[in-house]
Each structure stands twice: as structure tokens, then as C-alpha cells.
């Protein structure tokens, strides 16, 4: 497992995993980059705990999985069955596969967002579970701006943002990225960072889009998905950046002291009220 390759920053690990710093502050963050068999479950889920055991030896304090990683992100399959989706969807407190990620949470003293897909009375949500080092959920997002082929799913209705003892998260999970509102209310409620599980695009002009949303909103960015995992800081810097085709995992530091307020400050809320409409 090589991690972090392609960048000669934190994610290198030169030092063999010693580089957190006792600032709570200093978040060390893993990206896992696997492509989930569809339909597969169990063999999802061995995949998670092989690679979160692995990030638990280099410190991982918050473990992030793509999009629906659970079910493989099925509604892409062509041959999609509406009846077999819903076989595959989890009650948030009655799922064994939960359950087990809630005690990899323990047992890997890690934060955990978690993709998969929800049950809940009305159908089925898209959904991204924050999960502390103690196994007790603490932020439960569901993605609310869909394309034609997430239609099997229900929009979620909130950007919450998810307070930790590292600092304020926010989630976005894929296509919610494309709307620079999304950002900038995660922002505004007091988002530092800003973790995106995806499992779409994953091209060239996608990573200009993220380095946009973390400089205009001087935030950091985490983009995971199964094919590349990449943080952006508050300037719009890639800061690092796993790609390829191979199973793996981004590791890398993230200050959350570290503050840029070049622009915001400056805002004029009054001239925006047509973006409101």
C-alpha cells in the first residue's frame, strides 16, 4: 500500500506515522480509494475493515468511504431492480453492516463517514454517516440534489453541518458539489471542512471545481472517490492526491487552525438575494 503517492507533502508519511501533533486541531484524514463490487455487501465490507485497520496503523482520525460504498452505488447498475435496491438498503440502527462499522469506529480509535444507502419509511435516501471514535453516530447526511439516474432515491432536505472534537464538518456527497450554494451554506453554518464521498466524474475540470469551492469559501476540501482521493486547503491548493486503479488510501494532515480570510469578510449579502430565488 503506498500512501499518499504523487506528492511530497504529510501524505508521503516519511517519518512512519508519527506526525500527528497534540493540537486536536490537526485532523490526519484517509481517503479510501476502492472501487465496491455492486450488490456485494460482504465483500464491501471486507474491504472497509482491511483498509481501515491499515489506516489505523498510520493514525487515521477520520476514515472516508465514496459514495454508497456499501452496495457499490447499485443504481447505476442498467439492470437496475427497484425491489433488489431496496433488499440492499440499511435501517440506520438495525443494520448488521452498521453495527460493524460503528465498532471499527472503536476499534481503530477513528472518525468514520460511511456511504451507503438508507431505508426509511417514505423509500430509500442516498446517505453518509458520521460516526465517532467511540461508535456513536453523531451526523447522518442524505444527498439532496439528484440526476435522473439517483431518481430511485429521495432528496434529503438539510445541509447540517456535524460539530467533532477536531472542528465543524460539512458533507456533500456528489453531484451536491456541482452547486456552489451547497458550499457556501455549509460555509456560512460553520463548515471548516468540507468532505465530499463521490462516485461520479472524476476528471481534469472536476478538480478545478473543488480547488474553486475551497479557495471561494477558504475551506478545506476532501474529495473521495473510488478512483482518486484529493484535499484542497483554504487557498485552492491541492495539498495531495492518490489516483489510479489500484485499491488504496489517501493519508494526510489537515489543520483546522489555520485560517484565511481574505474574502469572506468582505461579502455584500445584500447585492445576492436573487441567487436566493
Not at 438495525?94 to 426509511?120: C, D, M, Q, T, W
Request: glycine share 8%; aromatic share 10%; proline share 4%.
Amino acid at each position: 500500500m503506498e500512501w499518499g503517492k504523487g506528492y511530497p507533502l504529510a501524505a508521503q508519511m516519511a517519518d512512519g506515522g508519527k506526525m500527528m501533533r497534540a493540537d486536536d486541531r490537526n485532523m490526519r484524514i484517509g481517503l479510501l480509494k476502492h472501487v465496491p463490487q455492486r450488490w456485494n455487501l460482504d465483500e464491501n465490507m471486507a474491504r472497509f475493515d482491511k483498509y481501515i485497520s491499515l489506516a489505523a496503523q498510520k493514525e487515521v482520525k477520520l476514515f472516508v468511504t465514496c459514495e454508497c460504498y456499501l452496495d457499490g452505488y447499485c443504481v447505476m447498475d442498467k439492470d437496475l431492480d427497484r425491489e433488489r435496491l431496496v433488499s440492499v438498503s440499511q435501517d440506520l440502527h438495525a443494520s448488521p453492516y452498521l453495527n460493524r462499522v460503528r465498532e471499527a469506529a472503536v476499534k481503530n480509535r477513528a472518525h468514520i463517514i460511511f456511504g451507503f444507502s438508507l431505508r426509511v419509511k417514505a423509500g430509500i435516501q442516498n446517505a453518509a454517516l458520521l460516526i465517532n471514535d467511540n461508535g456513536q453516530d453523531i451526523g447522518l447526511y442524505c444527498k439532496t440534489h439528484l440526476y435522473a439516474h439517483d431518481l430511485n432515491y429521495m432528496p434529503g432536505d438539510d445541509l447540517p453541518v456535524f460539530k467533532t472534537k477536531f472542528g465543524m464538518i460539512g458533507i456533500a456527497i456528489c453531484a451536491d458539489r456541482r452547486w456552489p450554494e451547497t458550499v457556501r451554506t455549509l460555509k456560512l453554518k460553520g463548515a471548516e471542512i468540507i468532505i465530499i464521498p463521490s462516485y461520479g466524474m472524476w476528471h481534469q475540470e472536476n478538480e478545478w471545481w473543488m480547488r474553486t469551492r475551497a479557495y471561494e469559501n477558504e475551506l478545506y476540501l476532501a474529495f473521495a472517490h473510488p478512483r482518486v482521493g484529493f484535499i484542497c486547503g483554504p487557498t485552492g491548493d491541492i495539498e495531495a492526491k492518490l489516483v489510479g486503479n489500484v485499491p488504496d488510501c489517501l493519508v494526510h494532515d489537515v489543520d483546522l487552525s489555520v485560517k484565511v480570510n481574505e474574502m469572506l469578510p468582505y461579502r455584500r449579502p445584500e447585492l445576492y438575494k436573487a441567487i436566493c430565488g
